[in-house]
T-cell receptor, first 115, second 116 residues
């Protein structure tokens, strides 16, 4: 049971380049989400999904796209990277049940630098 | 929109002593969940403790306990018998209680240093 995995762990991009951050979970969780962590700002929600084929925007969605074709995978796409997207990105997953008390499991994070 | 405020950017405590980290939040909801997450230098986010707003009893997990004051919208974390391994960033987080809504709103974090 690998939990939540993220690749790559580190990435350096040039402004305008595109890339995809990968996230996968093997716990059959319905809910998956992406957060970014910036110094002094805590974690902020980018996009989330409550199941395959269903995605929605979080607090800071601009510049990012997501899709959810399977339960296991939830990739985050940067279409045209900007220096403001330099951050640490976390993927998380959890079950969905009657009450929103389920523990969210976080991946190890991806540190992205945009030059 | 909900907000979570951690007013202590940094705290330090002597090993084996007790420390309390503060968190306040703002919401118009009556049912919700509150969490404390720990982030050690490894960057991994680890759930420390959670509190359901509809429960009056404060949650405890071994050396970790909370003081949940619903009317004051306050949710502090007490760490007893502090250990070197407790050194980390601690984040307070809020989640509304809607079916299928697992979204977390985080505070800005408190960096805890343990003094040997």
């Amino acid at each position: 049971n690998a939990g939540v995995t993220q690749t790559p762990k580190f990435q350096v991009l040039k402004t305008g380049q595109s890339m995809t951050l990968q996230c996968a979970q093997d716990m059959n969780h319905e809910y998956m989400s992406w957060y970014r962590q910036d110094p002094g700002m805590g974690l902020r929600l980018i996009h989330y999904s409550v199941g395959a084929g269903i995605t929605d925007q979080g607090e800071v969605p601009n510049g990012y796209n997501v899709s959810r074709s399977t339960t296991e995978d939830f990739p985050l796409r940067l279409l045209s990277a900007a220096p403001s997207q330099t951050s640490v990105y976390f993927c998380a997953s959890s079950r969905i049940s009657g009450r929103a008390s389920n523990e969210q499991f976080f991946g190890p994070g991806t540190r992205l630098t945009v030059l | 929109a909900q907000t979570v405020t951690q007013s202590q950017p940094e705290m330090s405590v002597q090993e084996a002593e007790t420390v309390t980290l503060s968190c306040t939040y703002d919401t118009s909801e009556s049912d919700y969940y509150l969490f404390w997450y720990k982030q050690p230098p490894s960057r991994q986010m680890i759930l420390v403790i959670r509190q359901e707003a509809y429960k009056q009893q404060n949650a405890t997990e071994n050396r970790f306990s909370v003081n949940f004051q619903k009317a004051a919208k306050s949710f502090s974390l007490k760490i007893s018998d502090s250990q070197l391994g407790d050194a980390a960033m601690y984040f307070c987080a809020y989640s509304p209680d809607y079916f299928g809504n697992e979204k977390l709103t985080f505070g800005t974090g408190t960096r805890l240093t343990i003094i040997p």
